[in-house]
C-alpha cells in the first residue's frame, strides 16, 4: 500500500495524471512509459495493439474527440485481468473456505456437496450442480458482516497460492492488461471493473493490484442487511442472491452503477457478450476487445467448450462487430510480470 | 453544460481541483470562494457551520488525517439539496406524466388513481395509499427504454415549474449546501447522492447541478431488461422495484456503489437515520448533519409530522451522537441563489 500511494501521489504531480487514484501496481511505472513513448511494452506490434492505440488517438483528439467525463472502460475480470484456469479463483477461495470452515460444522463430512469438497472430489462438486454450487456460496459467502467478510477475503488472498505457479493470485494478472489500465487511465478514462464474480470478493484487492477503486468494481452480490448489534451497526451477508453481474446482466449493472454507457470494453468470455455489444452498438468510435486464450504453454489454451470462460458466441460476433481479438500467445511478449 | 465544463476545466488547472469532474454551478464560483477564503459565504457564523469547517480541517491534517480516497461524503437530496414541499418533486413529475399520457390512455379517465390525478383531487390519490402510488409510478417510469426515460426526465426538469416560485425545481437548490458540496470536493472529498428519489430520476441533471457525475448517485430503482431491439442493444425499464434506497436501505445502497464507509453524511429525515448511524458510529473523526427545516417564510417549517421529509426519530437521535442539527433560519443567510 506504502509502494501504491507512493505512485499515486507522483502521479497526481504529473501533467497527465488528473486522478485521486491512479495506476499503481508494483510492476510497471506509468511514469516509466511516458518516457519510453510506449505504454503497452508487453504487446507486439500488430493489428490488436493498434486497434487500441488507434482508437485512443481517435477519442482524445479531433472529430472523434470524447469528453473525459464519457470516456469510461469496462473490464470483465476473470480471464480478462487475471487467471480463471483450472477454475474461478472464487471458486478456488470458497472450496478453501469450506476446508477452513469443516471443524466447526461436523455434520459436513455427511452431507454433500460439502463432503465431496472435504474428500477433495471435484468430479462430485461438479455434478451437485448449480444447487451444490449455491450451498457452498451460502455456507462461505454469507452469515457474517461485510467487514467481516473483507477481513476474509483479504487474509485469503495473502496467503492462497495457485498450485501450478506457487503464486498468489494476484500475482496471476496479466501485465499486458495492466499496462491497457494503466495507459487508458493516462488518457482521461475511467476505468471500471465489471466481473460476474462477487463484488466484495474483490474490493478488497483491485486498487492495490488494477488501480481500481471500490466504487469502480462492479460485481454479482448478494442481498445484505442492516442491523445494530452492540449498539455498532453493521451490514449482514444474508445467503441470498442479489444480482448476477454476468451475460446480460452486465449492461444492467454498468447502467446501475456508472449510469453512462462506456466507449470500451474488454472480456474474453459469452459472459462478456452483451457488455460488448452495449458498449459497440450505439454509433461513434468503440472498442470492443477480447482476450483469447491461446497460449497453451505459457499459460492456457481454451475457448468454445471451456468449464469456464466459454468464448463461443462472442468469438462469432468479432468479426461481424469489429472487436478486436487479441492472441495471447502471439499478440503478448509477456503474460505475467515475472516471466 | 458550456458553464459547466468552463468551471472544470479551470479548476482541473488549480492547485486544488486535481478531479476530473469538479463543483460546477452556475451560482457559485469555488475560485470566488478560494480569493474570499470562505467556501461558505452563505452561512452565518455559528455551532453549525463551525461544525463543518472544523471537521475539515481535522480530517485533512493532524493526528486524524484521513486519505483522500477515503473522504467519501454522502448527501440525501429531497429536502437536504433541493425542496421536498409541496412534494417530492419526482411525485410531481410522476403526475405530470400522467396527464400528458392521458389522451394515449382515455381507460384512465374512469380508473383510479389515474382518475384522482387527472381531476386534481389529491386528497383521493393520496387515500389510493402505497398501491395507487405504485400503480402511478409503473404507468410514468416504466415500460420504455433507460435512453427514452432520460430525455422524458431531461425535458421535464427544463421546462417544469414549481408553483410557489415559479421557478424551475433546480433552481430550488439550497445555495448553502451548493458550496457545500464545493468546499468538501476541494477538500479532496468525493461528493455522492445517496436519495431514496429514482436514480435514473436524478442523474440526467445532477452533474450541471450539484457537480455529482451519474456513478456518484445512487438512488431507488426499478429493473431494467436488456434486449435487443431492431438489431440496437437497450435496457428496457419494467414495472417491478428493484431497490429501495431509503432507510436501512441507504447504508445497503452505499455498500454496494461505493463501497466504502462514508466519513461525513448528510440528510433531513428520518429516511436519512441509518445513513448517519452507518457513518459516524464507526471511531474516528465522523460528520452527520441534518437540515432542519425551520424557515416558513424563506422556505417551508416541517419536521416531526410531516407527509413528506418526516424529521423524528433522526432529531432524537441527533444529540447522543453529536450530529449537527442546521436550522435553515438561523444559520443560512440565503437559502436559494436567487435571494
Redesign the interface.
Known sequence: MTTS?KFSRRL?LSALG????LAATTRFTPVQAQRSGDWLPSWNDGPAKSSITDFVARVTSGPDFV???QRIATFDNDGTLWIEQPMYVQLAFALDRVRAMAPQNPDWKKKQPFRAVLEGNMEAVAKSGEKGLTEIIAATHAGMT?AEFEKITSDWIATARDRRWKRPYTELVYQPMLELLAYLRAN?F?TFIVSGGG??FM?PWT?RIYGV?????VGS?IK???E?RD???V?FRLPEMNFVDDK??K??GI??????RPIAAFGNSDGDL?ML??TT??GGPRLGLLVHHTDAVREYAYDRKSHFGRLDKALDAAGPNKWTVVSMKTDWKRIFAFE
Chains 1, 2 share one sequence.
Not at 18 to 21: E, K, Y
Not at 213 to 217: G, H, I, N, R
Not at 255 to 260: C, K, L
Open positions: 500511494s497526481m488528473a486522478f485521486p487514484v469528453p473525459e467525463d461485510t482521461g475511467k463484488i466484495e474490493r486498487e477503486t471500490p466504487q469502480q468494481v452480490s445484505t442487511r442492516f445494530m449498539g455498532k451497526p451490514l446480460a446482466g449492461p444492467i447502467n446501475s452503477h456508472i449510469g453512462r452483451e455489444q452495449w452498438m450505439s
